[in-house]
């Protein structure tokens, strides 16, 4: 049976067999290994040179993460080295890309398991010529083998860190500096490096207070276009060495902006060409911050997503964004308020003549409540709220003067993994009525 099985599937074309081995492309990770699809390479030798040489499915890019478990022994640590080796010889004119995820602790790596695998970064450091999109999490024992990179990366686009350097006067800062294609940058809690940071397109900095270290670094990065900063800081900011610090950074070819905490941040920066900007802090008490940031910056944001945002500077923030066409608001309490605000139905006397706000909203995604114990992810009144909001935006419902765009899409995303709700069926059966696209995911 075995023969003929092998015989049928040596007679398939080879583009046959590429197409269905796309299927099943992925990256090896070394640490469930056992899920990599070995088993495209066992049905015979022509399989197996097809397989060994699709570098793109299957070859280009490879993880090892033990940041939460530990090597089970000597003979474990031996095998991933010799899968590592393999990898890497498997087409040695295309690039390569590969996280390298290990605890953060000087102490976890004197363990003998994860002391071990530190043989697997310096196979990975003698093909640095070859780097493309690299991750690297681990302790600052590793740096000396890093050390030797420097000057070593023509290929690298993409560089991700996130080393607590204990001993910074024994490691270089600019083993990373010489590397020319360099375009995006990930940093986490250390941001003393030496980059071509006027290269850089897309800058994420995580664990990042609002102090020098991290402003010199914005200040440098003129030409990004992407710039996330992740568990910022709101602490005051830290002087150091005498440098004064930024009064303004300007960021002008900045489009896409997500900030998370940290609102002193906008105090100092501005992006005149700003399209996308993400929120998600207590803006309450930090609104005066973006209202500047917005009003220095002179954007025209289109799209805005807001996330734990206090229901009293939500409308603010719409007055200060009229040109928005996307918008998404996540953990939000007291949801119907905010569904008020974005209702387009004629106010009666008594209103004053309220404004309309987010007149140009085309398409809007809405999250349930995550802490939310119910079959229905929203409750009754919220369902019945956004019922009229998409009524009132789709004029079946009086107008005023004021004009204000159709909606066009309507996204819902409820807790859990969970099969769409049948709650939402008369949600959805409206928005099919009217010509909303709607969409419901977890």
Same mark, same amino acid.
């Given at each position: +049976?075995?023969?003929?099985?092998?015989?049928?599937?040596?007679?398939?074309?080879?583009?046959?067999?590429?197409?269905?081995?796309? /299927?099943?492309?992925?990256?090896?990770?070394?640490?469930?290994?056992?899920?990599?699809?070995?088993?495209?390479?066992?049905?015979?030798?022509?399989?197996?040179?097809?397989?060994?040489?699709?570098?793109?499915?299957?070859?280009?890019?490879?993880?090892?993460?033990?940041?939460?478990?530990?090597?089970?022994?000597?003979?474990?640590?031996?095998?991933?080295?010799?899968?590592?080796?393999?990898?890497?010889?498997?087409?040695?004119?295309?690039?390569?890309?590969?996280? /390298?995820?290990?605890?953060?602790?000087?102490?976890?790596?004197?363990?003998?398991?994860?002391?071990?695998?530190?043989?697997?970064?310096?196979?990975?450091?003698?093909?640095?010529?070859?780097?493309?999109?690299?991750?690297?999490?681990?302790?600052?024992?590793?740096?000396?083998?890093?050390?030797?990179?420097?000057?070593? %990366?023509?290929?690298?686009?993409?560089?991700?860190?996130?080393?607590?350097?204990?001993?910074?006067?024994?490691?270089?800062?600019?083993?990373?500096?010489?590397?020319?294609?360099?375009?995006?940058?990930?940093?986490?809690?250390?941001?003393?490096?030496?980059?071509?940071?006027?290269?850089?397109?897309?800058?994420?900095?995580?664990?990042?207070?609002?102090? %020098?270290?991290?402003?010199?670094?914005?200040?440098?990065?003129?030409?990004?276009?992407?710039?996330?900063?992740?568990?910022?800081?709101?602490?005051?900011?830290?002087?150091?060495?005498?440098?004064? +610090?930024?009064? *303004?950074?300007?960021?002008?070819?900045?489009?896409?902006?997500?900030?998370?905490?940290?609102?002193?941040?906008?105090?100092?920066?501005?992006?005149?060409?700003?399209?996308?900007?993400?929120?998600?802090?207590?803006?309450?008490?930090?609104?005066?911050?973006?209202?500047?940031?917005?009003?220095?910056?002179?954007? *025209?944001?289109?799209?805005?997503?807001?996330?734990?945002?206090?229901?009293?500077?939500?409308?603010?923030?719409?007055?200060? *964004?009229?040109?928005?066409?996307?918008?998404?608001?996540?953990?939000?309490?007291?949801?119907?308020?905010?569904?008020?605000?974005?209702?387009?139905?004629?106010?009666?006397?008594?209103?004053?003549?309220?404004?309309?706000?987010?007149?140009?909203?085309?398409?809007?995604?809405?999250?349930?409540?995550?802490?939310?114990?119910?079959?229905?992810?929203?409750?009754?009144?919220?369902?019945?709220?956004? +019922?009229?909001?998409?009524?009132?935006?789709?004029?079946?419902?009086?107008?005023?003067?004021?004009?204000?765009?159709?909606?066009?899409?309507? *996204?819902?995303?409820?807790?859990?993994?969970?099969?769409?709700?049948?709650?939402?069926?008369?949600?959805?059966?409206?928005?099919?009525?009217?010509?909303?696209?709607?969409?419901?995911?977890?």
């Amino acid at each position: +049976m075995e023969k003929i099985v092998s015989s049928a599937a040596q007679n398939l074309p080879d583009d046959i067999i590429r197409e269905i081995f796309g /299927y099943f492309s992925t990256s090896l990770r070394l640490h469930v290994s056992k899920e990599f699809p070995w088993f495209l390479g066992h049905v015979c030798s022509a399989w197996r040179t097809i397989f060994l040489t699709m570098t793109t499915e299957f070859w280009q890019s490879i993880s090892l993460d033990f940041r939460n478990q530990r090597p089970a022994d000597a003979r474990h640590i031996n095998c991933i080295l010799e899968m590592m080796r393999f990898f890497v010889t498997r087409n040695q004119e295309e690039t390569i890309s590969f996280k /390298y995820l290990l605890p953060k602790d000087d102490w976890a790596h004197g363990q003998q398991g994860i002391a071990g695998l530190r043989r697997v970064l310096e196979v990975l450091v003698e093909e640095s010529m070859r780097w493309e999109s690299v991750s690297i999490e681990t302790a600052s024992l590793d740096l000396p083998t890093l050390q030797r990179v420097k000057d070593r %990366l023509p290929s690298l686009r993409s560089l991700g860190l996130r080393i607590p350097v204990n001993h910074p006067s024994n490691i270089s800062p600019g083993m990373f500096e010489n590397a020319p294609s360099l375009q995006q940058v990930m940093l986490v809690g250390h941001f003393n490096w030496k980059l071509n940071w006027s290269s850089l397109t897309s800058l994420e900095l995580g664990q990042a207070h609002f102090e %020098l270290d991290v402003l010199i670094v914005l200040s440098r990065a003129l030409n990004v276009e992407k710039l996330t900063i992740q568990h910022a800081s709101v602490n005051p900011p830290v002087m150091g060495s005498g440098t004064p +610090m930024p009064q *303004t950074i300007r960021l002008p070819h900045l489009k896409w902006f997500s900030l998370q905490g940290g609102a002193q941040f906008l105090t100092v920066l501005e992006a005149p060409k700003l399209d996308e900007l993400k929120l998600e802090f207590h803006i309450h008490r930090d609104l005066a911050s973006v209202t500047s940031f917005l009003s220095r910056s002179s954007c *025209t944001i289109q799209r805005l997503t807001l996330k734990s945002i206090a229901q009293s500077a939500f409308a603010e923030i719409l007055r200060r *964004t009229p040109k928005i066409e996307y918008l998404e608001l996540r953990r939000q309490s007291d949801l119907i308020r905010y569904l008020e605000a974005l209702d387009a139905s004629p106010r009666d006397s008594s209103s004053g003549g309220e404004e309309r706000l987010a007149r140009h909203l085309k398409s809007f995604t809405v999250a349930a409540s995550a802490y939310r114990i119910s079959s229905s992810p929203f409750s009754p009144p919220e369902l019945d709220r956004l +019922m009229k909001l998409v009524k009132s935006r789709n004029r079946l419902e009086g107008r005023t003067d004021g004009h204000v765009e159709r909606l066009e899409t309507l *996204t819902v995303i409820f807790p859990f993994a969970q099969a769409k709700p049948h709650s939402l069926g008369e949600l959805e059966t409206l928005c099919g009525d009217v010509g909303v696209s709607f969409r419901a995911l977890p």
